[in-house]
């Protein structure tokens, strides 16, 4: 069993910043890639950005130059710095974990922790 534990979310204005962080507990092994997808009502669930344990990073358009990843692995723990938000980065923001065991990969979603960007 994996736990991945959220915090940091919360309501901003718009402009503001964030950081949420994410730390992955338990039956922990070879963690390849960690990162964060959001989802807004009504819409589907998108990837924001990922980062592999080598630190190569990944992020949507709509978030570069605005959002950072990064990890720490020693605590099994991502992060993602939110700068500049905007009312459309309003999201439950979830933690996504991928592991990989004797060629079977392992996926675990954290329980989401809600952004919201508002005046």
């Known amino acids: 069993q994996v736990q991945l534990v959220e915090s940091g979310g919360g309501l901003v204005q718009p402009g503001g910043s964030l950081r949420v962080s994410c730390a992955a507990s338990?039956?922990?092994?070879?963690?390849?890639?960690m990162g964060w997808y959001r989802q807004a009502p009504g819409k589907q669930r998108e990837l924001v950005a990922q980062?592999?344990?080598?630190?190569?990073?990944n992020y949507a358009d709509s978030v570069k130059g605005r959002f950072t990843i990064s990890r720490d692995n020693a605590k099994n723990t991502v992060y993602l710095q939110m700068n500049s938000l905007k009312p459309e980065d309003t999201a439950v923001y979830y933690c996504?974990?991928?592991?990989?065991?004797?060629?079977?990969?392992?996926?675990?979603w954290g329980q989401g922790t809600q952004v919201t960007v508002a005046s």
């Open positions: 980062i592999t344990r080598d630190g190569s990073t």
């Open positions: 338990g039956s922990i092994f070879s963690i390849n890639a």
């Open positions: 996504k974990v991928v592991r990989t065991r004797s060629g079977t990969t392992y996926v675990n």
